[in-house]
C-alpha cells in the first residue's frame, strides 16, 4: 500500500494506457466495417484482389516497386533471407536488442544470427563495429529501425557495398519512416513489415509484407509464401512455406493505409510533448530525434537503477509502460548454443536494463502526455 501527499491527493488520477486499439477502431469504424464487409460477402478469403491491391497500394506508399504480403512479420524476414539464397548456416549480422522475431527468422532462413551492439542514443546498429564484425562467413545484414528510428543506412549501405553483402531492413517498427526522403525498406535490397495490430500500420490480426525493386526476388518471394508454386500445386522451388495475408487482414490494411502519414505525425507531435515536458528530468535520457523518426515507441532511459522502481510508481497511477526489450536475443536460452556470454555487446544489455516506453500513439491527447510527465517528474523527483 502506497501513502500519497496530500498534493497527490488533491490532483485527480489520469489513467493512461500504454496503447488502446479501440480508440482507433472508433475513429474508422465505418471504414472499417464497410472492409469487413465487403470481404465477407466476396466469398473469397485468400490472395484475392484486397491483397493484390494492398500490396500495390503499400509499395507505392513506400516508392518500392514491388510488395509481397505474407503472414506475419517474422515470415517477411524468414522469407526475404531465403530468397537471397544464400548456403546453410552462413551468418547474418543484426542487433540483439530488438527482441527475438530477427533471430528466430535467420534460424527459419537455416541461417545463424550474429549480433553487432548498438549506439546508446539512437539504439541502431553502429556502422564502425559493424563491419568490424565482418568475416569470410557473414552473408547479409539486418539493421532494424528500432523505435521508429531510422538506422545510418548511408553508412551501412556503403559496408555492404565494400563487402557484397545483401542488405535486409526490417522495418516492422517504421511504416513510413524516412532518410533523406527515401522510406525505410527501399534502401537496401528488401525491406521486411510487420502489421501486428499495434504497429504503426497495423492489421487487426497478424500480417506481414516485403518489399523490394528486384524483380527476380519478388518472383521468388510470390512462390516461397504458397509452397514454392509456381502455378497451382506445381512447387519449383525448395524452401517454400505458407504465409499469407489473408483478404480481410489486406482489406483492413487498405482502409487504415491513407492515415499512416497523420498517425506518424501525430506521434511525432506527442514524442515532442515529451521531450518539451520532461527536458530537465534528473537521472531521464530522452531518445534521439532525427527527421524521419516515426515513433513507434517513445523509449526513455532511466539510469541509477531507477527503471523498475519508476515503471512501477508509473503503474500505481493508471500509468501503462512497457520494456522493449527486457533480454537481448544473445542472452536468450533459445540462443545458448551461439555462445554469447554476458558482457558481450555491453550497449545492448546496458540498454536492457535502463529502457522504458512510455505511452505513445496516434490518439493519445495532450492532457494524457501532461499525466504521464507530470508521474515521471513526481517519481523522480523522490528517488
Ligand atoms: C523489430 C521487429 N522485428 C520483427 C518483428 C516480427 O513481427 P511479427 O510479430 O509480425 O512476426 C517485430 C514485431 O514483433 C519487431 O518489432
Known amino acids: 500500500m502506497t501513502t500519497q501527499s496530500s498534493e497527490e491527493q488533491a490532483r485527480p488520477i489520469v489513467r493512461v494506457p500504454f496503447g488502446d486499439s479501440l480508440r482507433q477502431y472508433a475513429a474508422l469504424k465505418a471504414e472499417i466495417d464497410a472492409a469487413t464487409a465487403r470481404v465477407l460477402q466476396s466469398g473469397w478469403y485468400i490472395l484475392g484482389p484486397e491483397v493484390q491491391a494492398f500490396e500495390a497500394e503499400f509499395a507505392k506508399f513506400c516508392g518500392a516497386a514491388h510488395c509481397v504480403s505474407v503472414g506475419n512479420g517474422t515470415e517477411a524476414l524468414h522469407l526475404a533471407l531465403r530468397a537471397l539464397d544464400l548456403e546453410p548456416e552462413a551468418e547474418v549480422l543484426t542487433v540483439a536488442n530488438a527482441g527475438v522475431p530477427g533471430a528466430v527468422a535467420v534460424r527459419q532462413a537455416g541461417l545463424t544470427p550474429r549480433f553487432a551492439d548498438v549506439d546508446d ?56 519512416a524516412t532518410i533523406d526522403g527515401r522510406t525505410t525498406g527501399t534502401i537496401g535490397l528488401l525491406g521486411c513489415f510487420s502489421f501486428y495490430p499495434t504497429k504503426n500500420l497495423g492489421a487487426l490480426g497478424d500480417g506481414g509484407a516485403i518489399i523490394t525493386d528486384d524483380d527476380a526476388l519478388a518472383e521468388r518471394l510470390r512462390k516461397l509464401r504458397v509452397y514454392g508454386w509456381e502455378r497451382k500445386y506445381h512447387s519449383t522451388i525448395a524452401g517454400g512455406i505458407n504465409s499469407r495475408l489473408d483478404e480481410l487482414q ?113 490518439e493519445l491527447t495532450r492532457a494524457e502526455v501532461e499525466a504521464v510527465a507530470a508521474a515521471v517528474i513526481d517519481a523522480q523527483a523522490r528517488v
Open 121 to 176: 542514443r539512437t539504439h541502431t546498429l553502429v556502422p564502425g563495429s559493424l563491419e568490424a564484425m565482418i568475416t569470410p562467413r557473414t552473408k547479409a545484414l539486418m539493421p532494424v529501425h528500432l523505435y521508429g528510428h531510422p538506422a545510418p543506412m548511408d553508412e551501412i549501405m556503403a559496408i555492404a557495398e565494400r563487402h557484397c553483402l545483401p542488405v535486409v531492413e526490417d522495418c516492422a517498427q517504421s511504416h513510413g
Open 250 to 362: 489486406a482489406a483492413l490494411l487498405r482502409a487504415k493505409l491513407p492515415h499512416l502519414a497523420r498517425w506518424n505525425e501525430l506521434r511525432r507531435e506527442r514524442a515532442q510533448w515529451y521531450r518539451e515536458l520532461l527536458a530537465q528530468v534528473p537521472g531521464l535520457v530522452l531518445p534521439e530525434d532525427v527527421a524521419g523518426h516515426v515513433y513507434h515507441l517513445f523509449v526513455v532511459q532511466v539510469g541509477g537503477g531507477r527503471r523498475d522502481g519508476l515503471k512501477q510508481a508509473l503503474a500505481e497511477r493508471g500509468i501503462g509502460t512497457d520494456i522493449h526489450y527486457p533480454l537481448p536475443a544473445h542472452l536468450q536460452p533459445a540462443f545458448d548454443d551461439l555462445g554469447y556470454e554476458p558482457g558481450e555487446l555491453p550497449v545492448t544489455e546496458r540498454l536492457a536494463e535502463t529502457v522504458l516506453s512510455l505511452p505513445c500513439f496516434p
